[in-house]
């Protein structure tokens, strides 16, 4: 069974600067696909950012970056230049061969 | 992508009545998911609805308790059976159209009381 886990409950960041959020996860599968997810109070979830596991390179769209690490079964979400708007529930999640979704516990997120 | 519309947004319900939420989808979809997100908790997948077969329910969930129909590839619903104060949370439909992405409706905000 798939496991995702999120060992930040919560976190601060000030305006403007960078904060790193924490995800591991457990698979015996070798080709899955990680994701975050964003959710604001108006509890819409919004894709931020994915990464295809047979892909190296880690993947990058705008302020937000991932640092994945296979072998570690690790996936951290770097936000830079944090802004109000990115104030919300983070959280990390894994697809596997069976489409089925599993989350992480979410990190709160106050900027 | 895909946009979803879940209804209703919110209701408060009675104990020992039933509510139906509907999610629907503006392209055609092979597999619709239902998620249960309890307060202050992640997305716990219930089920995964196929149009023309039967919803395989995950472990915790059984179909007496949220029976799931899927008459067309648009479209889906989930009851929340004989309700209880324990059901109240955020329900919320999702599809996946590539396994690139999930799109997710704005869920069901439900409070039983």
């Known amino acids: 069974a798939q496991t995702v886990t999120q060992s930040q409950p919560e976190m601060s960041v000030q305006e403007a600067e960078t904060v790193t959020l924490s995800c591991t996860y457990d698979?015996?599968?070798?080709?899955?696909?990680l994701f975050w997810y964003k959710q604001p109070p108006s509890r819409q979830m919004i894709l931020v950012i994915r990464?295809?596991?047979?892909?190296?390179q880690n993947a990058t769209e705008n302020r937000f970056s991932v640092n994945f690490q296979k072998a570690a079964k690790s996936f951290s979400l770097k936000i830079s230049d944090s802004q109000l708007g990115d104030t919300a529930m983070y959280f990390c999640?894994?697809?596997?061969?069976?489409?089925?979704?599993?989350f992480g516990s979410g990190t709160k997120l106050n900027v | 992508s895909a946009v979803i519309s879940q209804k209703p947004s919110r209701d408060i319900c009675q104990r020992g009545t039933s509510l139906t939420i509907q999610c629907q989808v503006d392209?055609?979809?092979?597999?619709m998911f239902w998620y249960r997100q309890q307060p202050g908790q992640s997305l716990t997948l219930i089920a995964t609805?196929?149009?023309?077969?039967?919803?395989?329910?995950e472990s915790g969930f059984v179909i007496d308790k949220f029976p799931i129909s899927r008459p067309n590839l648009t479209f889906s619903t989930l009851t929340v059976s004989n309700m209880s104060p324990e059901d109240s949370s955020i329900y919320l439909c999702?599809?996946?159209?590539?396994?690139?992405?999930?799109?997710f409706g704005q869920g069901t905000r439900l409070t039983v009381v």
């Open positions: 990464q295809e596991a047979y892909k190296q």
């Open positions: 698979t015996s599968e070798s080709n899955y696909y």
């Open positions: 999702s599809v996946d159209l590539s396994r690139t992405e999930a799109f």
């Open positions: 609805a196929n149009q023309g077969s039967e919803a395989t329910y």
């Open positions: 999640a894994f697809l596997n061969n069976f489409n089925k979704f599993y």
């Open positions: 392209s055609q979809v092979t597999m």
